[in-house]
T-cell receptor, first 112, second 115 residues
Framework: DSGVTQTPKHLITATGQRVTLRCSPR?????VYWYQQSLDQGLQFLIQ???????AKGNILERFSAQQFPDLHSELNLSSLELGDSALYFC???????????FGSGTRLTVV | AQKVTQAQTEISVVEKEDVTLDCVYE???????LFWYKQPPSGELVFLIR??????QNEISGRYSWNFQKSTSSFNFTITASQVVDSAVYFC????????????FGTGTSLTVIP
């Protein structure tokens, strides 16, 4: 157990739907990062939150949004889903660069 | 531009052979971190090593070793006496202190160890 918890592990949904992926960071980590791993795009950074505030944005689509709550857990919301959104979504948390970076086990999203 | 390049897409070796996975990175920062992760078929990302830009010492951990050379911007990973359990996709990643510590991943090298 890495200490970063992602739920659900698997999700199958239809095109046009909306889903929410959840991440609980490792205890004490203030930063949460979201990554998408798809077959054609590889592992890509989506967005980072630090202590509730958005810190950095990567290749995140406008249909996607995220937030980090006061208890530091984070949610990634994916809406108007398309087949191409099928991917493995990873969350990672960090207590700072000197403290390393821990990945969750991922949520596998399949859009049918 | 790709910040991390893993030129080897797929490698196959016979069990007990040594194999080196190449990683070349690009950064203008003087402070950065380099990582290797293993992704087995189950999908999780398994942390292997983290190296900061000020520490060019090579590292050995069991059958794994890493060669960090700033002069060539490379951080190569060698598996000695490979085993079937080493079959996985291996990712090299760069984290820059000036860009919020997000990871820039290479495209990965898929290693197959044939028994």
């Amino acid at each position: 157990d890495s200490g970063v918890t992602q739920t659900p592990k698997h999700l199958i949904t239809a095109t046009g739907q909306r889903v929410t992926l959840r991440c609980s960071p490792r205890s004490g980590d203030l930063s949460v990062y979201w990554y998408q791993q798809s077959l054609d795009q590889g592992l890509q950074f989506l967005i980072q939150y630090y202590n509730g505030e958005e810190r950095a944005k990567g290749n995140i689509l406008e249909r996607f949004s995220a937030q980090q709550f006061p208890d530091l857990h984070s949610e990634l919301n994916l809406s108007s889903l398309e087949l191409g959104d099928s991917a493995l979504y990873f969350c990672a948390s960090s207590g700072g660069q000197a403290y390393g970076y821990t990945f969750g086990s991922g949520t596998r999203l399949t859009v049918v | 531009a790709q910040k991390v390049t893993q030129a080897q897409t797929e490698i196959s070796v016979v069990e007990k052979e040594d194999v080196t996975l190449d990683c070349v990175y690009e950064t203008r920062d003087t402070t950065y971190y380099l990582f290797w992760y293993k992704q087995p078929p189950s999908g999780e990302l398994v942390f292997l090593i983290r190296r900061n830009s000020f520490d060019e010492q090579n590292e050995i951990s069991g059958r794994y070793s890493w060669n960090f050379q700033k002069s060539t911007s490379s951080f190569n990973f060698t598996i000695t006496a490979s085993q079937v359990v080493d079959s996985a996709v291996y990712f090299c990643a760069l984290s820059e202190i000036n860009t919020g510590n997000q990871f820039y991943f290479g495209t990965g090298t898929s290693l197959t160890v044939i028994p």
